[in-house]
């Protein structure tokens, strides 16, 4: 039994400076594409930063996606499970409580928040996560807090004892929103100047103008995963032009596409699942 340990801890040390070597071969291959690996390390380890509320109706503002319940239990729904805090329309609150369209007031103070008079829909749905415990959570709500991580905010749903009822990230495609020329598709330049795109990252629409003709679709966010999107239910109108196949090329290149990274403050990049890049986006502004 000795004999054999020795030889395995004789092969762990001849194998160890190879591994090493490894290692440090794929750390300059990163840093030669513009990659502080010192960064990368720092960035995985980075903890959840509580973010302090100065001005709610700016910072809690918006749609909320519901991905936590208490101890730490995931969402998981047939609909997507939101609330959307509505302060111009006078503290309203609706979303989806993972079946049914719900929709309520609530009252906020300080760190003190409290749901009211919610009405639903009344379909049935057959989930993992009971939407009547995402319901009695609401009502169990009287504090919050807010916390940041990465790119993503986290609203922390609380009740009267401090305990955490529900967890509700923002997603962090904002930088999306707005008006777009389409640069490159497929790493192919684009020269129709007229080819745009208009993406609500908020209402999850995308519009837009191929040149030939005027297309819409509908966007799925992921909550689970950063910078996750999908263009889905895209449709044209049905003109025959010579730039139809620039067409073509923009609507299978939107539909392959399942995440987004940003490369500047003007560009952002559409990838698909294998993380390759199908559509080159440049920001502009509309006249």
Request: net charge negative; aromatic share 6%.
């Amino acid at each position: 039994m000795r004999k054999y340990i020795v030889i395995s801890l004789l092969l762990a040390m001849l194998l160890a400076p190879a591994t090493m070597d490894a290692r440090k071969k794929k750390d300059k291959k990163m840093e030669k594409r513009g990659v502080n690996v010192e960064n990368v390390i720092a960035d995985v380890e980075q903890p959840l930063r509580e973010v302090p509320v100065t001005n709610p109706a700016k910072q809690l503002y918006g749609e909320w996606d519901i991905v936590m319940l208490r101890n730490k239990k995931k969402v998981y729904t047939m609909e997507r499970a939101y609330l959307y805090l509505d302060f111009a329309g006078g503290n309203k609150v609706y979303g989806n409580n993972g079946c049914n369209t719900i929709n309520g007031t609530f009252q906020l103070s300080g760190n003190d928040l409290k749901f009211n008079d919610f009405i639903s829909t009344d379909k049935s749905c057959h989930n993992v996560t009971n939407e009547k415990t995402i319901m009695h959570a609401l009502a169990d709500v009287r504090r919050y807090t807010l916390e940041t991580q990465y790119n993503a905010q986290y609203l922390n749903l609380m009740n009267s004892k401090g305990n955490v009822m529900l967890v509700l990230k923002r997603h962090n495609l904002d930088i999306l929103n707005g008006a777009w020329l389409v640069k490159e598709i497929n790493s192919e330049n684009v020269s129709d100047m007229n080819m745009r795109v208009v993406i609500d990252a908020v209402m999850q629409t995308i519009h837009g103008d191929t040149g030939c003709n005027i297309i819409n679709g509908i966007i799925t966010l992921d909550p689970t995963k950063d910078m996750a999107i999908q263009f889905e239910d895209l449709h044209s109108d049905d003109h025959d032009c010579e730039q139809i196949d620039n067409e073509t090329a923009l609507l299978l290149a939107l539909e392959s596409t399942e995440s987004c990274k940003r490369i500047n403050q003007h560009e952002m990049a559409l990838l698909d699942n294998k993380g390759n890049i199908v559509i080159m986006l440049q920001r502009i502004t509309l006249r």
